[in-house]
């Protein structure tokens, strides 16, 4: 097989010889992309309904970011924080001016964040909330999703994410999500943090009942306890404020970040919150060879220039009204849920499952992925028009009636 000659068969053939089925992709083979809009290997334009689950907030190649990765790759691109680099402090600053926090801990991966702000949580509670050595305990909620990692794995609620992969660390709480009875009952003074997703992505885009992240922040006062929250999907932008927390009018003491802040273009993570939380590490005890690298902190601050003139906030906010205002009314839609430009559309029952729509709606040009059984995850990148919008939701609603 040559490059030139390859069809979108051949290509999915080496997937499939070649590397691990850890992934069920719906059979496309994409080449090029541009805004809203991906180009297969044969030359078929796909509008983009998912957006690298919010990694893609600012569609594909935007103009800003890739000059500014471009211009970085001309001048240095790793050094790990063996040294400085003249992109780190700046970066940092900016990222902790544009969410309204006092520290950055850089990384890559949204799961490495969650990691490094649960070791952070812990080492907090022993040195300043007084938890006997290897007690502490961090709260969580059912159906949650931080990641993949052994230790995150270890308090997730899929049976798909856990099964085989033990034995699992230890020091979590589960409670149900959005319960908050639960989640004050499971309280001790051996807990160190309330690690919680604002809006729960793979759940289904579920939205907690009204005022519940309100009574988190006040039980984790109460009891000095930090509330983490999980923003590397619900943030920067995707909900139609900079964090999904700034709807709720409260603050985390942590925020993991990622997915968007790396503008489509490679991984970019950080934890973000207070200075007296994340000062507690020291050197030689946490580190990344490729965290705060030059060139993820050059991407990260074109991002960060991006969000600072709230326009993709204002598009979310806008066009994301539009977009549930045109779900809600399709035919064969049980429920819609979500924020923004962010929505878990529900597939009533005796439609088709989630990946049968999902099948249907790439032959229509929309690509779009199911999460759960019968629910589809639409979340388009923010740079997406109202006819793009309509382009997508008349595609869903054919599927959604088709006999």
């Known amino acids: 097989m040559t490059v030139d000659a390859a069809t979108t068969r051949d290509y999915i053939a080496l997937d499939e010889r070649w590397s691990t089925h850890n992934y069920h992709p719906l059979p496309v083979v994409l080449a090029e ?38 211009a970085q790759l001309d001048r240095l691109t790793l050094t790990s924080r063996a040294f400085h680099h003249d992109q780190f402090g700046l970066f940092c600053r900016e990222l902790a001016e544009l969410t309204g926090t006092e520290m950055v801990l850089p990384a890559n991966s949204g799961a490495e964040a ?3 702000a649960v070791k952070i949580a812990r080492k ?31 308090f997730s609620t899929d049976a798909d994410a856990r099964n085989d992969f033990g034995p699992f660390t230890p020091g979590f709480k589960t409670v149900p999500y959005g319960d908050i009875d639960a989640l004050r009952s499971a309280i001790t003074g051996n807990s160190a943090a309330v690690l919680l997703e604002p809006i729960q ?8 009942p009204k ?6 922040r006040q039980i984790c006062d109460d009891t000095d306890t930090l509330f983490i929250a999980d923003e590397v999907q619900s943030g920067l932008a995707r909900t139609g ?11 985390a003491d942590l925020y993991t970040l990622g997915k968007a802040l790396g503008g489509g273009i490679m991984p970019v993570s950080a934890v973000v919150g207070r200075a007296d939380v994340l000062g507690r590490l020291k050197p030689g005890e946490h580190g990344s060879t490729f965290g705060g690298n030059p060139l993820a902190c050059a991407v990260g601050r074109a991002v960060v220039k991006l969000l600072a003139t709230g326009e993709f906030q204002e598009r979310s906010r806008e066009l994301g009204a ?8 399709l035919d064969g839609v049980a429920e819609v849920r979500g924020r923004g430009l962010w929505a878990g559309v529900q597939i009533a029952e005796g439609g088709p499952t989630g990946r049968q729509a999902s099948e249907a709606l790439m032959a229509r040009g929309v690509l779009c992925k199911e999460t759960q059984e019968m629910t589809l995850r639409v979340a388009p990148p923010l740079v997406i028009t109202r006819e793009e919008i309509d382009f997508g939701v008349d595609a869903i609603a054919e599927v959604l009636t088709a006999p």
């Open 211 to 216: 005022g519940y992240l309100a009574e988190v």
């Open 33 to 70: 992309g541009e805004g809203a809009w991906m180009t297969d290997v044969d030359g078929r334009r796909y509008l983009d309904f998912l957006a690298g689950y919010s990694a893609l907030n600012f569609g594909h190649r935007h103009p800003g970011l890739v000059a500014a990765a471009k």
């Open 322 to 329: 539009y977009l549930h205002s045109r779900l809600g009314e």
């Open 201 to 208: 992505g793979e759940a289904g885009v579920v939205v907690p």
């Open 241 to 251: 404020a900079m964090l999904a927390l700034d709807h709720e009018g409260i603050r």
């Open 124 to 154: 907090w509670a022993y040195q300043v909330k007084g938890v006997p050595d290897g007690a502490a305990e961090i709260v969580v909620a059912g159906a949650n999703f931080h990641g993949r990692t052994t230790t995150i794995i270890s």
């Open 114 to 116: 969650v990691e490094s």
